[in-house]
C-alpha cells in the first residue's frame, strides 16, 4: 500500500507564505507524477500544481507565478511553496500521485488545512 502524509497546513495571513510537504512510503519516481490539488468550501478539487518523474511542472493558471512545486527523489518527498497567498486560497490541500499504468492520480493523502486570513 501506497501512503503520502502531507504537513504543512495552518493559518497564515493574506500575502504570507507557507510551504507544504508530501511524504511517500514509496520512491516517487515510480509514478508519473505528483500532484497538489485543493478543495475549497463548496467547490470542486482541482490541481493546483503537477511535476513529472522528469521534473517538469505545470500549474493551475490561478497559482502560477505564486505556487512552487518541487520534488527530492532521495528523501521521497514533494513540496509546494505557497508565496503571496490569497484568501480564495483557502482550502484542504491533497497531495497525490499519478500512476503509470492508469495515467490517473491512484493515492491521495488525507489531506492538510490552509487557512489564509486578512
Known amino acids: 500500500q501506497v501512503q503520502l502524509v502531507e504537513s504543512g497546513g495552518g493559518l497564515v495571513q493574506a500575502g504570507g507564505s507557507l510551504r507544504l510537504s508530501c511524504a511517500v512510503s514509496?520512491?516517487?519516481?515510480?509514478?508519473?507524477?505528483m500532484g497538489w490539488h485543493r478543495q475549497a468550501p463548496g467547490k470542486q478539487r482541482e490541481l493546483v500544481a503537477a511535476?513529472?518523474?522528469?521534473?517538469?511542472?505545470n500549474y493551475a493558471d490561478s497559482v502560477k507565478g505564486r505556487f512552487t512545486i518541487s520534488r527530492d527523489n532521495a528523501k521521497n518527498t514533494v513540496y509546494l511553496q505557497m508565496n503571496s497567498l490569497k484568501l480564495e486560497d483557502t482550502a484542504v490541500y491533497y497531495c497525490a500521485a499519478m500512476t503509470t499504468l492508469t495515467g490517473a492520480y491512484n493515492y491521495w493523502g488525507q489531506g492538510t488545512q490552509v487557512t489564509v486570513s486578512s
Open positions: 511535476i513529472s518523474r522528469g521534473n517538469r511542472p
Open positions: 514509496r520512491s516517487i519516481i515510480l509514478f508519473n507524477a
